[in-house]
Each structure stands twice: as C-alpha cells, then as structure tokens.
C-alpha cells in the first residue's frame, strides 16, 4: 500500500511540475507568445512551426491549444491558421516524452537538489521569480520520474505473477486489444487532464516487462486524443469558430488514430527498428529495458505525430469543411442577447492572455454602446407609436445588458488580479476596470437621452423648433464623432486619434456653452415654452456629459492620467 501511494504521490508531483514549468515559461515569454501566433501564422507551414515552438517553449500542448482557441474567439486567428498551429502543437508536445524518457533513463538525483535551492534563492530573489519557478517545476518534475522509477523497481512487477498473467491474458497480435488499451489511454487523459502522467505510467509498465510495447502505444495513441479534451472544454463557452478549432484539433488526432490502427504492426515495428528494439524479444533484461524501451516509446510518438501532420497538413481546407459541417453557423444576431463574446469563464489561462480576452470584450462592450446611442439618434426622428416603443424597449434592454457586461467584465478581471502579475499587467488591470466604469456610463447616458425623448411625446402640442433640431442633430454628430474616435483608439492606439478626441471634446464643450447661452435668450423672448427649453438643454447636457464619458475611455486606454 506505501509503495501504491508512493506511486499516486509521484504523478501528483509529475502534474504539478508539468503545471509549474508550463505557467512559468508562460509568465516569461509574456506577450511575446501572443505577436508570435499573431504574426507567424501567414500560411499553414509557419503556422504548423509556430505550433511546435510554442508548444515547446511552454511545455504544454494543451495551453497551445487553448490558447488558439481563445485567439480564434477573440478574431485573432482565422479557423485555417488555428488548425495549422493545433498540428506543430501535436509535434511540439513530443518534446514532453523525450524529457521524460531521459528522467527514466538517467539519474538525475544529483542535479534535482541544486535547482531546488536556486529556485528558491531566484523566487525570493522576485526580479528573476519566473525563472525561479521554472526551475522549481523542472526540478519537480524529474524528481517525480526518480519516485516514480524508484516505485516501480519496489513494486517489482517483473516479478509479480498477478500483473504478469493480467497483461499477458490479453492478445497481443489481436487488434481489439490494442483499440481496448487506447480507449483506456483515452479515458485516463480526460480524467486526469495530463498526457504527461499517462505517458509516465505507460513507460514505467514498460520498463518493467509487464506491458508489452504494442499496447503501451496504443495507450501513447489514447493519450493524444484524450489530451483534446482540455481545448473542446475551453471551447464549450466560445464562438463558433472556436470551438470548429477545438473540434479540429480532436478530428485531426482521431484521423491520425484511424490510418495507423490500420498499418499498426508494420509501423510500430519500423519505429521500434528505428532505435534498435525488436519487439517480440522478450530476452532483454530489466537494465536493457530500461534503457531502451522510453527510447522508443518517445520516438512513436514523434513518428506518429510527424508522420500525421506531414499528410493532413495538405488537406487543411477539407478539415475545415468538415468541422463547419459539424458545428454549423446558425447566422442569427445575437446583439440583443446579454453574451460575453470572448471571455471564457471557467477557464483561466495565463494573466497576458486573460487580459487580452478581457481587452476584446471591453471593445465588443464599446461597439454595443455606439450601437445604443445611433438607436437614440433615430429614436428622435421616429413619430409611429408602435415603433416608437419597440425601439424604446430595445434600448431599455441594451441598458440593462451593459450593467451585466461591466459587472461581468469586472468580475473576470478581478480574478485575473488575483493571480501573480507584474506591474505592467496590474496597471492595466486598474485601466481596464475604469473603462468599463466610463463605458457603463456612456450606456446610462444614452438611456436618460431616450427617457427625455419619450418624456416629449407628453407634450402632444409641442415640439421643438426646426433650429432646436438643428442644434441637437449637430450635438449628435459631434457624440457620435467621439464615440467613433474612441472605438478606434480601443481597437489601435495612435497618438492622432488621441488628439482627435480631444477636439472633439472641447468642440461638444464650447458648442453646449453657446446653446446654453442662447437657449436662455430664446426662452425669454417666447420662442418655445420653458418646458420644451428644458428638455431640448437635458438633450445637449447629456451629450456632453456622454462626450466626457468617452474622453475619460479614452484616457483609460491610452495610460494617460485623469485630469492631465
């Protein structure tokens, strides 16, 4: 029983220092792993490279993927260039076992303890933190595989009749069993959520002679598909797009699974030829096999994977076609319906790339304001009843969603704080949460504007002046000129749509100043009564303050200090 547990023990520590290394590299790589799978995707051969080395950089197929499908939700990448970055994750994860079967391999006990301690001195040293845990989850990681190893050679299973005769009882040469072992591959991988810790089990079965090679590469074939589950889960609360990407990367391994089930021998016999292992010897002893058998298991892997990739890479556009077959567009707006189109709850990747879906939604939030602020606009000039009031309840509705949106959006960015950020994340976090704020606000606006037009319609036998609505249809030409410079300052910063929105501001400002004075002119010389006076300056104060609301988006965005 102690040594099972020391086996449960030593794949918790595996997964965590798979999770501890894959997050530190993250943290360190930062932005740069989002310009690189936004600007190395031009064709479906640099995205396939950009797949391997990013996967290889952060140690983790599934944050890879995970990642592609939030770029795909966000609009970042297209479906074509997600699946090419999907395929070189599939070769960069290979990487994994190599690391792993080196650990099994070699004792490296002696090099563990040193990346303990400068770990440790590194983390609390904070200017170099993210190495620090990188080293700590490397160190982890590979003192995992020594337990482990150890474990197994406790466990003895060489010796042990039961597990021999188990494995043994099943046919080797039968393809049903081999399917059975990677249906069992498959279902560990969901459970577990780790490729990595399946394949350790795998090698460790291995190394001791008691599973035979045909069925640990039939559990290595199950790992990969079960390894799609973390994408297609990510996806469950994105776009269409993102999770035909998710459904692409499960559909790519399972065709992949499919061609060599149907070559399985002669290609897993060309692969064991390839590192000098002959699997129906059955002669080699426990060094010999410890030796040799990670070797290979590594190098199916590799082969399978490259081997995969190489074919289905040509026929990109045909796994597209079938995913959108698959997960149909149902063309239906959904503008009127309260949805976070890029955050994905539930989820949480690293603080870069949370602060990035974050950065998106709050322009999705943005583009639904301008879009309440043109109904009103045209709330103005509508005189059918029915109309009138269909629009009326639109923007009530639109109201309400941006009270949920800002409280959604600042939800999520408030759990993002809570992880570990660097001081430019924080401030953008602080940013961020002053936009929606101002956003909100804009919102709140909009809605008193269309409560002052519906307050009009009381009036039954007065309207404004055809120079009222002049002065109004200017104001609203101005407000929505603000609105349009700070929707292209969310979208791209530029220090001239920066000044832009400044004019515009100071030119609402002195034009409500001047309509002010005026409107105080026109009421004591019995232009318009007091009342339509009244409602006609709420109408031009409101789009100022809306017009203040969106300078203060602006400065948000652009890092420029309130009131500077």
Not at 110 to 116: G, L, Q, R, S
Not at 406 to 419: F, G, M, P, Q, R
Not at 482 to 487: F, G, H, I, K, N
Request: aromatic share 10%; glycine share 4%; hydrophobic share 45%.
């Amino acid at each position: 029983m102690l040594i099972f547990m020391q086996v449960l023990g030593s794949l918790a520590l595996l997964m965590y220092g798979m999770k501890a290394m894959s997050e530190a590299l993250q943290k360190m790589a930062g932005s740069q792993l989002r310009h690189i799978l936004g600007a190395m995707t031009t064709n479906r051969f640099t995205g396939m490279l950009t797949g391997t080395f990013v996967t290889c950089a952060v140690q983790s197929s599934s944050a890879t993927t995970v990642m592609t499908v939030s770029f795909v939700n966000a609009g970042l990448l297209t479906l074509a260039q997600a699946i090419s970055v999907i395929m070189g994750a599939n070769i960069g994860t290979t990487l994994t076992a190599w690391i792993m079967s080196l650990g099994f391999r070699v004792d490296l006990t002696i090099a563990i303890y040193p990346a303990f301690f400068l770990g440790i001195l590194l983390i609390f040293s904070q200017r170099r933190r993210y190495v620090g845990d990188f080293l700590f989850g490397i160190a982890f990681l590979f003192f995992s595989l020594v337990l482990l190893s150890d474990a197994g050679n406790k466990l003895d299973l060489s010796h042990n009749s039961a597990a021999i005769q188990f494995f043994s009882s099943f046919d080797t040469s039968s393809h049903s069993n081999i399917l059975l072992f990677l249906l069992i591959g498959t279902v560990i991988t969901c459970v577990v959520q780790s490729s990595a810790a399946v394949m350790a089990i795998t090698i460790l079965l291995c190394s001791t002679g008691v599973l035979p090679i045909y069925f640990g590469i039939a559990l290595v074939m199950g790992e990969n598909i079960g390894t799609t589950a973390t994408a297609n889960i990510a996806a469950l609360g994105a776009n269409t797009q993102a999770r035909r990407a998710a459904l692409a990367h499960l559909l790519f391994n399972v065709i992949g699974v499919t061609w060599v089930m149907c070559l399985f021998y002669p290609f897993v016999d060309l692969v064991c030829g390839f590192v000098g292992y002959d699997p129906t010897n059955d002669t080699l002893t426990i060094a010999q096999r410890t030796s040799i058998l990670p070797i290979a298991l590594a190098a199916f892997h590799t082969c399978f994977n490259v081997t995969n990739t190489f074919i289905l890479i040509w026929f990109i556009p045909q796994l597209e076609k079938i995913v959108c077959l698959f997960i149909k567009n149902k063309n239906k707006k959904e503008e009127d319906d309260f949805r976070l189109r890029f955050i994905q709850v539930g989820i949480m990747k690293t603080p870069e790339l949370s602060v990035l879906e974050a950065s998106k939604e709050i322009q999705s939030f943005a583009e639904r304001i301008h879009r309440m602020f043109t109904m009103v606009r045209e709330l103005l000039y509508t005189n059918d009843e029915s109309k009138f009031d269909k629009l009326y309840k639109r923007i009530e509705k639109y109201e309400r969603i941006s009270d949920n949106m800002e409280v959604e959006i600042a939800k999520y960015l408030d759990h993002v704080s809570d992880a570990h950020l660097s001081d430019e994340t924080k401030e953008k976090v602080r940013d961020m949460l002053r936009e929606i704020s101002e956003i909100e606000s804009i919102g709140d606006s909009c809605y008193n504007l269309a409560r002052t037009i519906n307050r009009k319609r009381s009036y039954k036998n007065e309207n404004f002046t055809d120079e009222q609505l002049s002065h109004i249809e200017q104001m609203f030409e101005l407000t929505d000129s603000a609105l349009s410079q700070m929707d292209k300052l969310i979208i791209k910063r530029k220090d001239n749509d920066l000044n832009r929105a400044f004019m515009i501001e100071n030119e609402i400002n002195n034009f409500r100043n001047q309509l002010r004075d005026q409107n105080i002119t026109d009421i004591n010389s019995r232009k318009y009564t007091y009342a339509i006076g009244t409602m006609y300056m709420d109408i031009i104060q409101e789009c100022e303050k809306l017009g203040d609301y969106a300078i203060n988006v602006v400065e948000a965005r652009m890092h420029v200090k309130q009131g500077a």
